[in-house]
């Protein structure tokens, strides 16, 4: 690479960053005051880019003036549209146990996306390039686009407005108080719940900012949403959560590395061809993770900066009472004998619904009793597939086998991740998961030659003596109920009470001589097994799997289950995969705009059940008794 | 006996000496109260004690077994139980199954996977809460607890490894006077009987010549007196530093 | 919309009118919420043949009802929905399927369960070759035909530095693969400086640009596709990357691609695409009169696949006399039928359809994208010999 290739590379990385760091910057806002962690903040910033098409398309095509009012409208709307998303929804669900409100804002990814698909249309929308920037200037001897010398000043002219506002306004002292301590906020006097509307909006214009500013360099189009919401959790995550400057200074980072790695493009190391080229799929994700092994706290974020969670402390955990046996009994034995009463389908629905359950079950797991939320459970449950169908495809190994062995390789998984997965909390630790995840998903998405490549592997059916689908039915029901009932038992022995002792107190635990850590690792990898058990059976009801058993809508689904049925209780899990699995499958044969209806029907359920299904039915018809 | 025997401990934070050549020593059956005002270095200390801060220099001998350098953990499983100034307690456990949790791991089965964690050792946990007087409300969820029902059950827990040594920072903080006196009481009968050392610090003067057999007094991170409360009470340095700051014995 | 329901609503009336006998289901499914820059006109295409079909009396004395479902995008969800069409909605065959992964397992399920699949958009050479199977037949021109159509444009220009841009998956790896190798096989000497690979949907184009650009290639191949190319396609354009180079472009020339451009599409890009506004053939211009009548929109090259994967079924049908899958298995090896662009046929060796795709420049024309100097190029002309896809598909 020449000096001049490196400084344009430098300067792509720097435009690169700048839309970047806006939506981060609002992510960023936004969890530091209210602790929400938005998931439709990268929709946000895709309704931004559609407006804004829409806007300079009629306004900004000819005049300068136009062009930029045209933008600034744009992210105002996108603030408008944040502020009514947070006094409809949000305000409602503040209460709600940790995590809660990003189902509400799953739902709401998917309302925004089919609503955008109705006004907009499915093609894409590419705008017009901005008057009076519309060319290159010469630097160093290379053309480089006059809008993004302009976009790479604007992200620095941000941060300083940014900075302004925070240091100098009462607002921002308000805003840097509540990311400290909420609870002051709320002694101090101050009408918290309007701190929080004025925050949520404002987080949504700059991600509305931040796709506007995009128009002139790429259309709008329906997947922006998930690719920009992916990127900009990294950014605040390396940055430090409820940092602008390190999202600042995160979004510089990664937009820079990902340019030199396309500006370095192959490159041969002692007969060694390495592609920096293809590394740009999963850079960002190896970035994050290197980040937080080396600083648990991101560049700039503080140690202990993530106060706990102020909800309610769920109540003690008790075994079901006898009728409540006797009916999940019940119930299981009518599931066993179902496949004489029902057409095929039922049991293919069924089948998907029992290995979801577990894969959630897992999940809930770690994120209840482990008290260690992970966004990347999909890893565990695609080790578990890859590896059976690997075994079976490449080492002609029989399924059989595979049922024990797949298990395994995703417990091996869990271990190495899980050992530098533990020594970090709260968000943090729950990104880093997800790091781990896509660097797993990459390299199945990369390995042609092994994995099958983004295509993935067929031909994994299951033995003659499985091979219908009520003897299927009934291998998957019985190992999922096993599992699922092994994981209950789990939660109430000696190793499931410590787990549980060193989440409600990790001093406290500590100073009873228990390695809380270490607990956690060996949980992590257990619980990379049973993920990896229901990954199995998945691959062999499918007979293929692709990178998508690894992808992060996976682990989002188990998130969203998980949720639904409500964290703080053992059996909502399995409520939360039945309901969602069911809901989908129904309405998706419906109705044409079904994601919209999945995502209001999820709203709708957030509101009606801020504790989830089966938390409102316990707390409705079970109350404790203190 | 000496159970706890202290040696030049130093600690200093970025050129600021919190605590320096501290030495003291604590016998089996006493109670040790460590004293001083704000900022004196007292939570340093104790810190230092228990594994949570390492210190520049001295020694921390328990039993004469130096433990220095070891964590939290390990240096409960040598017999020191702790309560918090802001209680530690699980939360989402009922208060028996708390102190259950504390036997599991004291008999090394917390990687147990089969029995029922609420089965175990329910008898021992159950005489335990007898001895704080909280055996009634073994069912309840901690987080409901009263602030003094907490700190009862936090030394049920720190009982539960039948320590040699008890380190109890601020036992009675937040509580009310009269509880506060009961509490003492409770801990100074447990500990006479069973010669377990205590070493607690506390604000309530009234509780500390009770209760203490002996009294230590930090000064800016140095140790000024060291003797029975008569002694001390009548250390002029003592009384200089209390009372020439305008405070009387009393919340310090 | 509305309109479109009911459309629908008036087939199935019209449909359980006229029909005395069940009619012949057949199950479709697609990832309609994923793609629906192109299976919106797909679904459009398909309605319509399936009007026309039933409107000239059915297949076999019976009328078709097509059963469609959403796959959600994942090949997980595609096998559920399949699975669904096959044992609650009793179809007698599966068509459908746009992206290459989820088309492979809906393939893999259709041999297991003994059903005739007929793949329709999916591009992956596995699907007929490596992983081809006894049930499966694929209607597109695959990665490799179209590779191979581009291929004489690029020895024609005689340019031996070439650089590759491509999205990093198996589509573009396999564009990538067969251009390199047929290209080498056409013009020794050639040389391929540089290659990117960005993510699919992810593309940072100004530093893959410049990436280019410092390599000094003579000419450029790429398969970039929607939101990818035409960020590429904008930033080259700043840039200058394009001057004096011969660049060719994988599929860029169908309108779902091309119209996105609108005034930026890079004039003089050779590339494989649909010109439908200027076939001039009898067939093609009603079907395009008919689309129009139907819907009111012009047709893209999805609509095109919509329309001759019913036709396919249609046929395949007719030729088996029975809706027997043994039978319409053996109808489709060797079908021939007429489709809007022209005759294919499902070839009995790896159950690809020849059908083809045309070939031209790009150019600008009232501030909107245009191919000309095209060429319609037919796929039986720009498949590997006989004997070497035999040793690519699995014997049955």
Same mark, same amino acid.
């Given at each position: 690479m020449t000096l001049a290739t490196f400084v344009i590379q430098l300067l792509n990385g720097l435009a690169g960053a700048s839309s970047l760091f806006l939506v981060a910057a609002g992510l960023s806002l936004i969890f530091g005051v209210t602790r929400i962690v938005n998931f439709a903040h990268g929709s946000f910033f895709m309704v931004g880019i559609y407006i804004a098409y829409t806007l300079t398309e009629s306004f900004g095509r000819g005049s300068a003036l136009g062009f930029w009012a045209s933008v600034l409208a744009a992210a105002v709307a996108v603030g408008a549209l944040g502020f009514v998303v947070e006094i409809l929804l949000l305000r409602r669900i503040y209460k709600a146990p940790e995590l809660f409100q990003l189902l509400a804002t799953f739902g709401l990814v998917l309302v925004i996306k089919d609503a955008t698909l109705a006004i907009w249309g499915p093609e894409d929308l590419l705008g017009p390039r901005a008057p009076g920037l519309r060319g290159a200037v010469s630097i160093l001897g290379r053309p480089f686009p006059e809008y993004d010398l302009v976009l790479i000043a604007i992200g620095p002219l941000v941060l300083g407005l940014l900075w302004l506002v925070l240091n100098r306004t009462r607002f921002g002292v308000l805003v840097r108080a509540a990311t400290q301590d909420r609870d002051m906020v709320a002694a101090l006097g101050v009408n918290q719940a309007w701190l929080f509307t004025g925050v949520f909006a404002l987080g949504a214009a700059l991600a509305g900012l931040g796709g506007a500013l995009q128009v002139p360099r790429e259309p709008a189009q329906l997947f922006l949403d998930i690719t920009v919401i992916s990127d900009a959790f990294v950014v605040v995550v390396v940055g430090g959560l409820g940092s602008i400057p390190g999202a600042f200074l995160a979004a510089l980072l990664i937009g820079e590395i990902k340019a030199l790695c396309i500006g370095l493009g192959d490159v041969s190391f002692g007969g060694f061809e390495i592609s920096f080229s293809k590394l740009t799929l999963v850079v960002e994700f190896i970035v994050m993770a290197i980040v937080l092994v080396v600083r648990p706290w991101g560049l700039l974020g503080r140690p202990g900066?993530?106060?706990?969670?102020?909800?309610?402390?769920?109540?003690?955990?008790?075994?079901?009472?006898?009728?409540?046996?006797?009916?999940?009994?019940?119930?299981?034995?009518?599931?066993? %004998?179902? /496949?004489?009463?029902?057409?095929?389908?039922?049991?293919?629905?069924?089948?998907?619904?029992?290995?979801f359950a577990l894969f959630a079950v897992s999940l809930h797991f770690l994120m209840g009793p482990g008290g260690m939320v992970s966004f990347g459970h999909a890893a565990y449950f695609g080790l578990g597939a890859y590896g059976a169908a690997l075994l079976v495809l490449r080492a002609g190994l029989p399924m059989e086998t595979t049922i024990v062995l797949g298990p395994l390789v995703a417990l091996a998984g869990g271990l190495l991740f899980g050992w530098f997965v533990v020594r970090l909390s709260g968000v943090y630790l729950a990104m880093l998961t997800l790091a781990f995840a896509q660097i797993v998903w990459s390299v199945a998405f990369q390995w042609d030659s092994f994995t099958g490549g983004s295509n993935g592997l067929i031909g994994l059916w299951p033995p003659a003596w499985l091979a219908s689908k009520?003897?299927?039915?009934?291998?998957?029901?019985?190992?999922?109920?096993?599992?699922?009932?092994?994981?209950?038992?789990?939660?109430?022995? /000696?190793?499931?009470a410590v787990l549980r002792a060193g989440r409600d107190s990790p001093l406290r635990a500590d100073a009873i001589g228990i390695d809380v850590r270490r607990h956690q690792w060996f949980a992590f990898a257990l619980i990379g097994g049973f993920a990896g058990l229901a990954g199995v059976l998945h691959a062999f009801s499918k007979g293929s799997i692709s990178p998508e058993t690894l992808a992060i809508a996976r682990s989002v689904d188990g998130l969203v289950m998980v949720l639904l049925g409500g964290v703080q209780?053992?059996?909502?899990?399995?409520?939360?995969?039945? %309901?969602?699995?069911?809901?989908?499958?129904?309405?998706?044969?419906?109705?044409?705009?079904?994601r919209a209806i999945l995502g209001g029907v999820i709203i709708l359920l957030v509101i009606a059940f801020p504790q989830g299904i089966v938390g409102f039915i316990r707390g409705r018809f079970m109350r404790e008794v203190t | 006996m000496t159970v706890l025997q202290v040696e030049g401990l130093a600690k200093s934070f970025g050129g600021v000496a919190a605590v320096q050549g501290v030495s003291f020593a604590v016998e089996a059956g006493h109670l040790l109260a460590l004293i001083g005002p704000n900022g004196a270095g007292k939570t340093t200390c104790f810190n230092m004690l228990n594994g949570q801060l390492a210190p520049d220099r001295g020694s921390v001998r328990l039993d004469g077994r130096e433990i220095v350098g070891l964590k939290p953990r390990q240096i409960w499983r040598l017999g020191v139980g702790r309560t918090f100034q802001i209680t530690a307690t699980f939360g989402s456990m009922t208060v028996r199954e708390n102190v259950q949790v504390a036997l599991i791991s004291h008999h090394r089965r917390t990687l147990g996977l089969w029995p029922r964690a609420r089965d175990l050792y329910r008898a021992e946990a159950e005489a335990l809460l007898a001895r704080v007087g909280m055996a009634d409300q073994a069912e309840r969820a901690a987080a409901v607890?009263?602030?003094?029902?907490?700190?009862?059950?936090?030394?049920?827990?720190?009982?539960?490894?039948?320590?040699?040594?008890?380190?109890?920072?601020?036992?009675?903080?937040?509580?009310?006077?009269?509880?506060r006196v009961e509490l003492m009481a409770?801990?100074?009968?447990?500990?006479?009987?069973?010669?377990?050392?205590?070493?607690?610090?506390?604000?309530?003067?009234?509780?500390?010549?009770?209760?203490?057999?002996?009294?230590?007094?930090?000064?800016?991170?140095?140790?000024?007196?060291?003797?029975?409360?008569?002694?001390?009470?009548?250390?002029?340095?003592?009384?200089?530093?209390?009372?020439?700051?305008?405070?009387?014995?009393?919340?310090? | 919309m509305r309109k479109l329901i009911l459309g629908l609503a008036l087939g199935a009336m019209a449909a359980t009118g006229a029909a005395a006998q069940e009619p012949i289901k057949i199950g479709e499914l697609n990832s309609y919420k994923n793609f629906p820059a192109f299976l919106e006109p797909y679904k459009k295409g398909w309605q319509l043949a399936v009007e026309e079909a039933n409107a000239a009396g059915g297949v076999l004395g019976r009328k078709l009802e097509v059963i469609s479902r959403d796959d959600n995008g994942t090949p997980g969800d595609a096998v559920r929905v399949a699975e669904e069409l096959l044992t609650r909605e009793n179809v007698s065959l599966l068509m459908g399927t746009f992206a290459s992964h989820i088309g492979l397992a809906v393939s893999n399920l259709a041999a297991q369960r003994k059903v005739l699949f007929v793949a329709a958009e999916p591009l992956t050479d596995k699907i007929v070759w490596d992983n081809g199977n006894k049930y499966t037949f694929r209607l597109r021109p695959s990665t490799y035909m179209q590779t191979a159509m581009l291929v004489p444009e690029a020895a024609k220009s005689g340019k031996k530095k070439w650089a590759i841009v491509y999205p990093n998956y198996e589509y573009g790896q396999s564009a990538t693969a067969a251009f390199k190798k047929l290209l080498a096989e056409k013009l020794p000497g050639v040389e391929f400086v540089v290659e990117q690979a960005p993510p699919l949907g992810k593309i940072e184009a100004g530093a893959v640009v410049d990436a280019i650009a410092q390599a000094k290639p003579d000419a450029i191949f790429s398969s970039l596709f929607g939101p990818d190319l035409a960020k590429f396609v904008r930033e080259g354009n700043t840039r200058g990357l394009f001057k004096d180079k011969v660049v060719l472009n994988l599929l860029a020339g169908e309108p779902e691609y091309l119209d996105p451009l609108k005034d930026e599409t890079p004039p003089g890009w050779i590339v494989t695409g649909y010109p439908w506004e200027q076939i001039?053939?009898?067939?093609?211009?009603?079907?395009?009169?008919?689309?129009?009548?139907?819907?009111?929109?012009?047709?893209?090259?999805?609509?095109?696949?919509?329309?001759?994967?019913?036709?396919?079924?249609?046929?395949?049908?007719?030729?088996?006399?029975?809706v027997d899958t043994e039978k319409m298995v053996a109808a489709m090896k060797g079908l021939q039928l007429g489709t809007p662009i022209g005759q294919i046929t499902y070839r009995a060796l790896d159950h690809q359809s020849t059908m083809g795709a045309y070939v031209g420049k790009l150019a600008l024309k009232d501030g909107k994208g245009v191919m000309v100097d095209w060429k319609f190029a037919d796929g039986k002309d720009y498949l590997p010999p006989d004997a070497e896809v035999k040793k690519l598909r699995p014997a049955e």
């Open positions: 900066g993530e106060p706990r969670h102020a909800a309610a402390t769920e109540p003690p955990l008790r075994p079901l009472h006898g009728y409540l046996k006797l009916a999940a009994a019940g119930l299981g034995a009518a599931l066993l %004998v179902l /496949p004489v009463a029902t057409d095929g389908y039922v049991l293919v629905l069924l089948i998907d619904i029992f290995v009520s003897a299927f039915y009934h291998v998957t029901l019985i190992l999922c109920v096993v599992a699922i009932v092994a994981l209950r038992h789990l939660v109430f022995a /000696p190793f499931g209780t053992l059996t909502g899990p399995v409520v939360g995969a039945a %309901v969602l699995t069911w809901l989908q499958d129904e309405i998706a044969r419906r109705v044409e705009f079904w | 607890l009263a602030y003094g029902d907490l700190k009862r059950l936090e030394l049920a827990v720190a009982l539960a490894n039948t320590p040699r040594l008890l380190l109890m920072d601020e036992p009675t903080a937040g509580m009310a006077p009269r509880e409770l801990v100074a009968g447990i500990v006479r009987v069973e010669g377990i050392a205590v070493l607690f610090t506390e604000h309530d003067m009234d509780v500390v010549f009770a209760h203490a057999d002996r009294i230590i007094v930090l000064n800016r991170g140095e140790l000024i007196a060291d003797g029975v409360p008569a002694q001390v009470r009548a250390d002029p340095r003592v009384q200089q530093v209390y009372l020439g700051g305008g405070t009387t014995f009393g919340h310090g | 001039a053939t009898p067939e093609h211009k009603a079907f395009v009169a008919a689309y129009q009548k139907k819907w009111s929109d012009y047709p893209r090259l999805g609509s095109v696949v919509g329309y001759a994967t019913v036709q396919s079924v249609v046929a395949a049908l007719k030729k088996a006399g029975a």
